[in-house]
């Protein structure tokens, strides 16, 4: 019939509404509890996973391969929107950031990038990530190359840390592993060259190790 719209036009419109509905609702949630996260550190660990799952679910309504990544220091915080490596869900993560609101106190990005700054786990000073239950410091940490893939430029690692024997049975250790991987390499340069990695105990001697904060320059060395 003339003057109808051809069905993909409003298959688009209709998907388009929904995504901005999923956007709208995961903002309008975070802004509202906003200072549970911003004062993470005061609150229980159980209303803080209630509220951090509550709010993924939101988020995963509008793109499943999204996560969010919390920072707090000094009363002000930054929200991270990570695609976990997926380079599919990019142009989500920047999309869901272009439609922010504006939060006092809050710094919102998207994608995790590179840490430049290493002074603070050469020295130890560092905070420790807190995961599920864990606490993983990353001037405690340490790998070892195994194989380098020339054809894929990719690199496959062991990761050593204190606690593996404590939180070996946590589903969640390697997701967290990758997660501090991204944030001292940034997320394009994870996915890129990262193949994979295993995870072991720490011993008491680490003289052969290498610091996991020196490992954004050993691929920068590795692949020049």
């Not at 901005?20 to 903002?27: D, E």
């Not at 802004?31 to 660990?45: A, D, G, V």
């Not at 976990?84 to 994608?111: C, D, H, M, S």
């Not at 430049?116 to 786990?121: G, Q, R, V």
């Amino acid at each position: 019939m003339e003057g109808c719209p051809k069905d993909g036009v409003v298959k688009f419109e209709i998907v388009n509404l929904k995504h901005m509905k999923t956007i709208t609702n995961f903002w309008n949630h975070f802004q509202k509890n906003n200072f549970i996260f911003l004062f993470i550190i005061e609150i229980t660990h159980e209303e803080v996973q209630i509220n951090f799952n509550k709010v993924t679910s939101l988020l995963h309504d509008y793109d499943k391969n999204l996560d969010i990544i919390i920072k707090t220091k000094e009363n002000k915080g930054e929200l991270i929107i990570t695609a976990n490596g997926n380079k599919e869900a990019y142009e989500n993560a920047f999309e869901i950031v272009r439609q922010a609101p504006k939060i006092e106190r809050w710094k919102i990005t998207a994608l995790l990038k590179p840490t430049l700054n290493i002074e603070k786990y050469e020295s130890g000073n560092d905070n420790p990530f807190r995961f599920f239950g864990m606490e993983l410091k990353i001037s405690e940490m340490y790998f070892t190359p195994i194989k380098w893939n020339h054809k894929k430029r990719k690199i496959t690692i062991i990761i050593w840390i204190k606690n593996y024997l404590a939180y070996k049975n946590i589903t969640e250790l390697k997701q967290s592993l990758y997660i501090i991987i991204e944030h001292l390499l940034g997320e394009d340069l994870a996915i890129n060259n990262i193949q994979k990695f295993k995870i072991k105990q720490l011993e008491t001697n680490s003289n052969q190790l290498i610091e996991l904060y020196h490992l954004k320059d050993y691929i920068t060395y590795i692949k020049n």
